[in-house]
Structures are given as structure tokens and as C-alpha cells.
């Protein structure tokens, strides 16, 4: 079949202007010596700082960026991707291809085992897919196997997975996905969620690293993995902490005086700017990114929502629509983000083949820029009484600290054109990763990082049924052609029906995209491969790390 692939000349051309992760790393760091292990790593030790929380270390139980980069040390993937590209590439595979249109067969590496000593094979594979579709956690990956029929294990190396429709475009991808870590059936349970520390205990662990100590959200001590036989080698160091942070601040202030080597999410811009400034002892890299800042809008209980006592369909529409014409991303970009990110007029950003930008023609002046006019105009053809009173929520640690000024920023734009009044209230990730899918917040703040480099990685968990947004949006044409798409091996009929797709959701707005970005790193000069994490598969990985 003829394989569709991502334009990553393309994307690469749009990376460097704004910001996804931000990696920054201090010209000296906590000394450790050199260290070895079995499996050749070297090299002094690296502590890593974030603002990024982990919800869940079990694949099937979250669906974050700071869980996913977790789990990138610790868990082996059928396919993987090397650092500087986004094409899966078997991992702990030996071999992987379509064996027929709906027949995806992995022939595995023998010999491999877990760190707790137990065997590595096909039970384990057919395990951990069967168990995300099962347990089905709303806050976990399983919709991105929603093309997934069965799995089955014929001997123990072989492995097939029967799609439900043939030609899957996106299939090898979503293997790499946070969907694709392969867990110890002997460690997990097949219908529910394990806790962290079980996990740790039962040492279930093999990716390029072990957990040696865990305090949840504090530190986390990682150890290099002697009997790890995938795709990325050896690390290049073997003993790697990850310091959490509540403050951004806090962070800076630790880079600066040394404290950690590398800095992953989220700096302010203000802080990155000013970080950069510091030439004698930091540099910039910049790599392809695609993270996606937007809000969510409940179809159930956002004002005339389906369950609210005015329901009314018509009015919630004018209302999303209001709220896309008094916007003005590029100002609060300016203002809030110095450049570091991008307005986006599409539920797909630009970089990705298929992309296109409905919103700037649909809503506002038509060129980009908001119309209060034309908000007006569609509230009262609706019949809708202003002000409109908007329970907004955000986040006020996930995102970075910039999400306090960006919120503020949207509530006066909305508040200035006498439209809205907004009510906007904050929760910590933890609390809010959790409350969202239950109807608690009737239009919230969200953020996407891709789970693999297609454009269709911003469509089908959106905008399914069951979809990942848990919002109730539910149209049956876009779920046909989102469909269609993935099995559209002609590469420009499959382009013009995702931008199909984009010209049909901007018109519902069930999410109101408003920036896109990049990834950027500031390294010291003593630290190596801190541009290696900034790839094309949107991974960062400890073990290019080195010092």
C-alpha cells in the first residue's frame, strides 16, 4: 500500500516560531561524578525540572504530557521513533507491516524481559491494547484505537492487530502513541487502573529506564535499564532525577543558580526571554512542535446547552460564534506571549499536510482580526439577551503561568465588547484533569501536545463520538469523513477531506482553537542533546542526555 507521510519539510519551516516545551538548561548543574551501568551508559548525572504533573504512570489511566514523557523512559513500545524523527520505527519489533488491508502483523525481538525478571512477548502486547479498550478510561487513550478489532497473539513474537477498516494511515503512528506502551500482564490488572506505586514495587519496567525512587509529583530517580533492547540504545547517561515544581518561578530561579540541568515546560515568556539574554552561558534550539491552545465548550451545560433549563441549540451555536468574533489571538500573543506562540485559525495547525484556516474567513473581520459588529449581529439573529454570563475555567499550573494573563486577557476582550460577562475561575491540573469530563466546567481551557505527526491527531480525538473531549459534540457527517479519511490512500484526496473536516467543525465550534506552537530549548554548554528531545515525534527522551 502506498504509505501517507507527514510534511516534515513543511512543519520544520513553521517550528521555529513559537513555543511548545521549553527545555533550558543552566551552564553548570549538581555535580554527581561519572556513573556506568550494564548497559553502557555513562556520564555525570542530570536532573531534569518541570511544572509538568503526572496523573497516572498506567498507560490506560491518563493522557498528559507530563504523564507521556514518563512513561517514554520507562515502558518499551512496539514501534518507536528515533530522536529527529516522527517515522515509526520498530522498537522492540523486529519487523512491522500491513499483511493484508486490515491485518497489521509485528514480528517481536526474542529474549526479552522485564526489569522484575518476568518475559517480554506477545502475551504482553495483545494484553495492553485489549486492556485500554477495555477499561476505556475517560481520561486515558483508548479512543485513539478506535479502528482497533482484536488482537491476537498466534506464538510468542507474533502479534496481529485486525483493524475494523483497512488501510489505516495512521495506524503505525498510533502504536508510537501514549496509546502504544506495552505493560507486564503479570503486574496490571486487565479491567482497572493501577496505582503508581505498585507499579514501582513490581519493578514493571522496560524502556531505556527503571524507577528507582518515586515521590509522586516531587522526584522521580531513574536508573538505566541494563537489559533494554529497543529502538534507542543504551542511554547516554545512566542516572537521571526529575524535580517537579508548583512554580515556574521557582524553576527559573533553579536553572539560574545551577541547581538543574535541563528545564522541560513551562517557563513564562517574560522568563524565556529573559534566560536568553544570558548568550555567555545559554543557547537556543529550536525544533518542530504542534502543541494546540484552545477552549472546550460543553455541549451539555454551557449556556442554552441540552441539559440546561433554556436549552437551545440555535442560541449555544450564536454563542460559540460570538465568542470567535470578539476574540483576538494575535493581540493576546503579543501581549501575553512576546511571539512565542501563534494565533491558529483551524483545529489543525498550519505545518501539517491537509491544514488549512476556515476560522480567519468564518469569524471576526475575515482577515484575522475580531468584529464586535459582527458578534452583535449573530447574538441578536439568535435572539439572544446580552450580556451572556460565562463560567470560564482554566488552568493554573498545567499550561504554564502565562495561562493566569492569557484567561485574564480573553475575559477583558470578551467583557470590553458588552456581550459577555465571565465568571473565570482556576483549579490545579491534578483536580481539573479529572472534573472536566464531568460536566463540572461548561467552557474550559485546554492545551494539546500530538501524540503522532498527522494531522489526523487533532481531528479523530475531538471529534468522534466518545471523543476524548468528553463534550457531547456529537455529528454524524464529520465522524463519516474523519473516518474516510484515515483509510484514503491517495494523499490528495485524503488532504482535501481532512480539510473538509476543518471547514465542518469550525462551523459547530465545539473547541475554539486559539495558538499553536513550537519547541524551544536553552541549553548550557555542558549539557549535550538537549536539541536531540526536540523532534519531530514530539517526544522528549532522557537518554539523549549527557554531560
Known sequence: ???????????????????????????????????????????????????DKVTFLDPAGSYDNGSFMVMNQIYPFVLNSKPGSADPTPDIAESASFTSPTEYTVKLKSGLKWANGNTLDSTDVKFSFDRQLKINDPNGPATLLANLDSVSAPDATTVIFKLKQGNDQTFPQIL?????????????????????????????????????????NELISFKAYADYKGLLGAPKTSDVTIKYYADASNLKLDVEQGN?????????????????????????????????????FNFDTMPFGAKTPEADPAKALAIRQAMANVVDRQAIADQVYKGTYLPVYSHVPQGFAGATEPLKSMYGDGSGKPSVDKAKAVLEAAGVSTPVTLNLQYNSDHYGQSSGDEYAAIKDQLEKSSLFKVNLQSTEWVTYSKERVKDTYPEYQLGWFPDYSDADNYLSPFFTANNFLKNHYDNKNVQDMIAKQLVTVDKPAREKLIGDIQEAVAKDLSTLPLFQGAQVAVSGKNVQGTKDTLDASFKFRLGVLSK
Do not use: N, W
Open 1 to 51: 500500500m502506498t504509505k501517507y507521510t507527514f510534511d516534515r519539510r513543511h512543519f520544520l519551516g513553521f517550528a521555529g516560531m513559537s513555543v511548545l516545551a521549553i527545555g533550558v538548561t543552566a551552564c553548570t548543574g549538581p555535580s554527581g561524578g561519572s556513573t556506568s551501568s550494564a548497559s553502557g551508559a555513562s556520564g555525570a548525572a542530570i536532573v531534569l525540572g518541570t511544572t
Open 260 to 296: 538543574v540541568d535541563v528545564a522541560t515546560r513551562s517557563l513564562s515568556a517574560t522568563d524565556i526571554a529573559d534566560l536568553k539574554t544570558k548568550s555567555d552561558k545559554v543557547r537556543v534550539d529550536v525544533g518542530p512542535g504542534g502543541e494546540l491552545r484552545y477552549i472546550v
Open 176 to 216: 508510537t502513541s501514549p496509546a502504544g506502551p506495552i505493560v507486564d500482564h503479570k503486574t496490571f490488572p486487565a479491567d482497572k487502573v493501577i496505582d503508581d506505586d505498585a507499579i514501582i514495587k513490581a519493578k514493571a519496567f522496560a524502556g531505556q529506564y527503571t524507577i528507582e525512587s518515586y515521590k509522586k
